[in-house]
């Protein structure tokens, strides 16, 4: 079976890999990426719409056999309610429209600590939208809850830097971190598998492992 995927969030960090994943693995026929500007990639495979995240067209959902799920923000970066309205309304939308297109597969990245009941706005917004989408009634819905992302930033940011340096080499049983390579291996992998459900920090790192392992020429390319 060729698998055609949709992808939201391929210009984060993390969602960049899992194109580039989709792209190299000869067991997906098309990628239809969704986004607010034009993409600077060029491949046979990719179909690029430029979208309003608040009106999501509902055709370019269809056809599509699995969607995956980056999309995210932080209060920080985008205040309370920018916070909200991407990681809850954006991720939700983009998930309710590609159930009622047909699509079987849910892929979504969110966090480690995720909540709906906790104390702390991040946390329990994650919970939330984990909780909504594991009751949609897809085939199979996955939801990844990394640690704190290893990422190698193209701009520089020393202290941002040395402490994520810091925090790997501490953290060598990957209890508290995990590089970002290792999240979309998962999320590309666990398309041909029958994995479901939440899959936690420690199982992310094993899973991307023993991918590697069994099929290293399918995975991107270095941390």
Not at 85 to 97: G, I, P, Q, R
Request: with cysteine; aromatic share 6%; net charge neutral.
């Amino acid at each position: 079976m060729s698998y055609r995927v949709l992808l939201a969030g391929a210009t984060g960090e993390t969602g960049r890999l899992v194109l580039d994943n989709l792209l190299k693995d000869e067991r997906v026929s098309k990628v239809t990426t969704l986004g607010r500007r034009e993409s600077k990639i060029e491949n046979e495979k990719l179909n690029h719409h430029i979208v309003d995240f608040d009106n999501l067209p509902d055709e370019v959902f269809n056809d599509h056999d699995a969607a995956i799920c980056t999309l995210g923000t932080t209060r920080a970066k985008s205040g309370k309610a920018g916070f909200i309205k991407v990681d809850k309304d954006y991720v939700l939308s983009f998930a309710e429209k590609s159930k009622t297109a047909g699509v079987k597969q849910f892929h979504l990245m969110s966090s480690q600590g995720a909540n709906a009941n906790s104390y702390f706005l991040y946390t329990q917004v994650k919970g939330e939208v984990d909780d909504k989408v594991l009751g949609m009634g897809f085939e199979r819905a996955v939801v990844y809850r990394p640690a704190v992302l290893l990422v190698k930033r193209n701009e520089s940011r020393m202290a941002e830097a040395a402490a994520i340096w810091l925090l790997g080499w501490a953290d060598r049983s990957r209890g508290m971190s995990i590089p970002i390579k290792d999240v979309a291996d998962a999320m590309v992998g666990s398309l041909f598998d029958d994995s479901t459900g939440i899959i936690d920090n420690r199982s992310i790192v094993a899973k991307a492992a023993a991918l590697k392992a069994q099929a290293p020429q399918q995975t991107s390319g270095d941390n």
